[in-house]
Nanobody
Framework: QVQLEESGGGLVQPGGSLRLSCAAS????????MGWYRQAPGKQREWVAG???????NYADSVKGRFTISRDNAKNTVYLQMNSLKSEDTAVYYC?????????WGQGTQVTVSS
């Protein structure tokens, strides 16, 4: 079955950096677009960044210039490099993929930005 497993979250001070990873199994990873989403306490889940199977990227305005999404098809892994972190980036971060009406989500990884 399809599995997405996020890792790399943690506690970081404002202005710091983290790199999230999402390892996929059960799919032909290279043909799927991948996305990162986040959900802060009391808020709806929101899209953060996406990468197509060809490597084109898009970002939410709130993270543009600070976050970078990338993929390594040889490792079946998508990454989210997060720099210049702010307190408002605190959330559970999820990776997602899917197609033909079916979505697959990971279990999420907590990112807390606090001094």
């Amino acid at each position: 079955q399809v599995q997405l497993e996020e890792s790399g979250g943690g506690l970081v001070q404002p202005g710091g950096s983290l790199r999230l990873s999402c390892a996929a199994s059960g799919i032909i990873f290279s043909i799927y677009a991948m996305g990162w989403y986040r959900q802060a306490p009391g808020k709806q889940r929101e899209w953060v960044a996406g990468i197509t199977r060809g490597g084109s990227t898009n970002y939410a305005d709130s993270v543009k210039g600070r976050f970078t999404i990338s993929r390594d098809n040889a490792k079946n892994t998508v990454y989210l490099q997060m720099n210049s972190l702010k307190s408002e980036d605190t959330a559970v971060y999820y990776c997602k993929t899917g197609g033909l009406g079916v979505d697959y989500w990971g279990q999420g990884t907590q990112v807390t930005v606090s001094s």
